[in-house]
């Protein structure tokens, strides 16, 4: 046991050999980086890690998480300098001890030894073919014995993460121990569709032991499997795919991935051996975090936490274990069920507040402050990363990709890298039929859903068909698409508008007659499309009443997932799905893949448009469609429902194609100037229902509107401007910042970091000596969201807008524009468009949680129903950001503990959470040259703090974005 120590003031040293990233490959090492982000929020003295390595490529010099980095033959010197001054050391390897050790044999500072990076060797021998854990126990201690002895007992605690590890070193020395449970990803709330993961990993050596998956079992296997599944199988280990390859039939190729990880996340079962070579906590760590089913055998369990889901995954009970994989593979009651006990281990043994109670414990121990509230910010982390988004002040489930639950089995990540290559070389036509051939509907899911649905209860959809004049074949085709649903419970409702076509008559009398779903009322004169769909309405008796064009087609399967969504949800009054167009020729094309419920997107565009479903008491409630609106008579129809009504589910399947025929709105936006007028007027008649003080302008394109909103009041707006050096940027952002702002009522902030540029300094002196602005200074280590908070604390005005020192804004009306939205009581936070100094869109509001990122800022020219309307979005940049102080005051500012990047998107995040809405609005454009004044930053630790609050990558999803859409521009579908 070590030496007691005097207190110190010093940094608490982490030395290691090689970079803590969080995102490294080796399980290991992202152990101990999470371990480490955590003891930074823990402990009060300032956190400096070192990497000694002899490689500098081991550990690089401009790793962000490292603070210094050493290539040195003698680590003993590094060490004992960095000890001089520290107020602990925690050493990640015996070996940096044994030479930290060596260098200060007298007043060295309290010791941690983090036993995780033991050479793995010592683990696999550990665990010897055929050995009990008794024994394996013993030929761990015999290992240890002679390499870590000494260090041991010095050390003045030891940490692991591993249980068995650690029960070896507590037969080897007195010194105070503590387990720790290892943090892997995120837990998550839901799985993701049993039908939506590649089939059988297998991870780890080939072996032929006793009890364990071995060669012939796995030939065994291969057997079984048919042509569908090999897709499915993928071989992760280095000397399994030889074998394997030996007895596949001809041309077949299972892939062979490098990234284990990555597939893991994407898999439906993992298949793992005895052996490994690495330690199983961390491999269990991450199937549990990520609730993946595996299947092994009980001595690889060890004495791990998983234990626990024994009796769901122990091969080795199993008589015929290749039966029992391919159950797995196939079997979604015993996936999904497997799945969830999987992760309710991760619940209990991945909580990061139980890491965090044993790391408090280890620092208290040496003697190290501890801070109250950044315990407590840990301890609700468990809570904070399972949660669900909240937008609008609405908690919105995040299942993933939930509504595809019945499609074919989604690719491994280098298949899905591969569509997007596909994709770019055949372009977005092409690239639909892909994704149309990946995800909807295949005849054998429509037989059994026709069948499970004859005996089962459900709500009756009406289905309203107007017709005038109706090309008799294409509106065959139109009543065909509701004949051929696998949901039996529907009535079509067709009013015929005094067509003069004898052939359309006589259809749709013969229609009526084969099927008594189908009623047929023809009206004695001509009521335009608003009157005819009434006409229909009154002859519906189902709950719910759908809409249907005369031309247009359903998707076989539409009913069935409305009425699926209404099992889910029985109180929804509104839904709508995606849609997509028919040429001519009858080509299936350009979808339009739609955002969740987006209230001032329907301002701006009919976004819903096809396939609505409406609760027919809400119809009737609302004064059915109104006359004097032929063109957008069901714009001005869905303004009306969604005022009565919040409860409102999207479908994000393309259940509706609208057919595209010369003439129609279908195949040219401006085909019918009337149809935009009328869609002017049914806007701005909401505008006045709702008490809203705003005026409706052309938008971008064709029927697409520009609401702008009035701002009597003129309150004082506080421009906050962070800068360093760079006066050729901050000079012409501020002149015509103020230039453009009119009679706007401006106060100027700006916040000086360290600039030691003459031009600069003087700019800035002579700036606030003619009374133009103040600057407040921050001579301290960057910080932006320090810096803003401070800056915004030293303000007046009501309202704040953050802007970046490299923007220079491109419309003269800009800020009454941003201004106009953020005075809204509903709106908490509101962006710009921005564009590279280009001309290239660069951000176009910020999509959450999309393929592998965090936050990607959209920028998407063909996906201009998005980018170029007024929309509601998850989060926006703090590049140019406009709030009411109350809100930023009522969420305690931006978080300091992002200290640069993800600040924005947190604080956008916690703004939802209170209710409000985050807007984004291309009629404040801006340029801007971002990273000019500093560079790309973008340290790990404020991406695992994020991750650690909000979720990583696929733990949920964007309600305003679609889980269709993949990452780029022009945007991939993702197939």
């Known amino acids: 046991m070590g030496s007691q120590h005097a207190p110190r003031r010093g940094p608490l040293v982490v030395a290691s050999r090689r970079e803590l990233s969080p995102q490294s490959a080796d399980p290991l090492v992202r152990q101990v980086a999470r371990r480490v982000a955590l003891l930074d929020q823990l402990t009060e003295v300032p956190i400096r890690h070192v990497c000694v390595e002899r490689d500098p490529e081991t550990c690089p010099p401009d790793s962000p998480t490292v ?13 004992g300098r960095e000890a001089a001054g520290a107020s602990a050391i925690w050493a990640t390897d015996g070996a940096l001890a044994d030479h930290l050790l060596r260098s200060v044999p007298e007043g060295l500072p309290p010791l941690v030894l983090d036993v995780t990076e033991l050479p793995s060797s010592c683990v696999a021998a550990s665990r010897p073919p055929g050995g009990r854990n008794s024994d394996g126990l013993q030929t761990l201690v015999d290992e240890l014995r002679g390499r870590e002895r000494r260090v041991f007992d ?84 280095q000397d399994a795919w030889p074998r394997l390859r030996q007895n596949l039939p001809s041309g077949i190729d299972i892939p062979v991935p490098a990234d284990w990880l990555a597939v893991l996340r994407t898999s439906r079962l993992a298949l793992l051996p005895r052996r490994f070579g690495t330690p199983p906590t961390s491999v269990f760590a991450e199937l549990c975090a990520i609730g993946l089913p595996f299947q092994t055998t009980m001595s690889a369990l060890g004495a791990t936490p998983a234990r626990a889901v024994a009796p769901l995954v122990d091969l080795g009970q199993q008589a015929d274990w290749s039966t029992a994989i391919r159950r797995g593979l196939r079997d979604d009651g015993w996936w999904i069920e497997t799945a969830e006990a999987v992760r309710q281990i991760a619940v209990e043994w991945l909580d990061p507040a139980t890491q965090a109670a044993g790391l408090r414990t280890v620092l208290d121990t040496i003697g190290l402050p501890t801070s109250d509230g950044a315990t407590q910010v840990v301890q609700e982390e468990p809570t904070r990363a399972s949660r669900r988004i909240s937008i609008g002040g609405t908690l919105r489930d995040a299942p993933d990709l939930k509504e595809f639950d019945s499609t074919l089995l989604t690719h491994t990540a280098l298949v899905r890298e591969r569509s997007r290559e596909l994709q770019r070389d055949i372009g977005p036509v092409h690239g639909y039929g892909l994704w149309r051939a990946a995800h909807l509907d295949d005849p054998a899911t429509l037989e059994d859903q026709r069948r499970s649905s004859i005996e089962r209860a459900g709500p009756t959809i009406s289905v309203l068909l107007p017709t005038y004049d109706s090309d008799p074949a294409l509106l065959s085709e139109a009543i065909d698409s509701v004949r051929n649903q696998t949901w039996p419970h529907w009535q079509l409702c067709i009013a015929d508008d005094a067509s003069p076509n004898p052939e359309t008559r006589a259809l749709i009398d013969l229609a009526s ?70 040429d001519p020729e009858g080509n299936v094309f350009w979808p339009f893949f739609k955002p969740d419920w987006n209230p001032d997107l329907l301002l701006s565009v009919n976004y819903i448009t096809h396939f609505t479903v409406v609760r027919r008491s809400v119809a009737e409630d609302v004064g059915r469609l109104r006359t004097g609106f032929d063109g957008s008579q069901d714009h001005d129809f869905l303004l009306r429902v969604t005022e009565r009504t919040s409860r409102i589910g999207h479908l994000a399947k393309p259940l509706y194609s609208w057919r595209q025929i010369p003439g129609s709105t279908s195949a040219d936006s401006a085909a019918k100037p009337e149809s935009h007028q009328a869609g002017a007027r049914a806007i701005s008649d909401a505008l ?145 468009r921005l564009l590279w100094p280009d001309g290239r869109p660069q951000h176009e509001g910020i999509v959450l949680n999309a393929g592998e990122a965090i936050a990607w800022n959209m920028a998407a020219t063909d996906q201009t129903p998005y980018t170029r309307n007024i929309r509601d979005v ?29 600040n924005d998107v947190d604080f956008c995040l916690r703004v939802g959470e209170l209710g409000y809405r985050v807007v984004y609005t291309p009629w404040a454009e801006l340029v801007h ?23 990583r990558p696929w733990s949920v999803r964007d309600p305003l974005y679609n889980v269709s859409l993949d990452l780029g521009d022009p945007l991939p579908l993702r197939i």
């Open 874 to 902: 998850t989060a926006v940049t703090g590049a140019c950001l406009m709030t009411r102080r109350s809100v930023f005051d009522s969420v305690a500012g931006l978080d300091e503990q992002l200290r640069i990047a993800y």
């Open 513 to 582: 007659a084969s099927d008594d779903r189908i009623v047929a009322h023809h009206l004695p004169e001509n009521r335009g499309i608003a009157g005819a769909t009434n006409a229909a309405l009154e002859q519906a008796h189902g709950t719910f009443v759908a809409f249907l064009d005369h031309d247009d087609v359903l998707r076989p399967s539409a009913l069935y997932w409305v009425a699926r969504l209404l099992e889910e949800d029985p109180e929804l009054d509104l839904i709508y799905s995606d849609e997509d167009r028919l």
């Open 688 to 832: 006045e229902r709702r008490g809203i003080d705003a005026t409706v302008h052309p938008g971008f394109g064709p029927n697409w509107h520009w609401v702008r909103y009035r701002t009597p009041a003129q309150p004082l707006v506080s421009v906050i401007v962070p800068t360093r050096n760079h006066v050729e940027l901050l000079a012409p952002c501020i002149e015509e910042t103020l230039a453009s702002a009119g009679d706007l009522d401006l106060e100027v902030l700006l916040v000086d970091n360290q600039s030691d540029d003459p031009a600069t300094l003087d700019w800035l002196d002579s700036f606030e000596a003619a009374g133009r602005g103040k600057v407040v200074r921050y001579p301290h280590r960057f910080s932006y969201a320090r810096q803003m908070n401070l800056a915004v604390a030293s303000s007046t005005g009501s309202v704040l807008l953050l802007l970046n020192n490299d923007t220079r804004p491109l419309s003269a009306c800009w800020m009454n524009e941003l201004l106009g939205h953020a005075l809204r009581p509903e709106v908490g936070a509101v962006g710009a």
């Open 154 to 237: 010095a050390a003045d605690h030891i940490v692991c993460a591993d249980s068995h590890l650690l029960s070896a070193v507590a037969q080897l020395t007195a010194t105070t121990t503590t387990e720790l449970a290892p943090t892997a990803a995120p837990v998550r709330t839901s799985s993701r569709s049993s039908q939506q993961r590649s089939g059988l990993v297998h991870y780890g050596r080939w072996t032929s032991e006793p009890g364990n998956p071995d060669e012939d079992g796995f030939n065994e296997l291969v057997k079984h499997l048919g042509p569908g599944d090999w897709p499915l199988l993928t071989v992760l280990s």
């Open 929 to 951: 040259a971002e990273s000019s004044s500093r560079g790309s930053l973008h340290p790990v630790d404020d991406e695992v703090f994020y991750e650690q609050r909000w979720g």
């Open 67 to 79: 603070d210094q980095q050493f290539a040195t033959d003698d680590p003993a010197e590094v060490l």
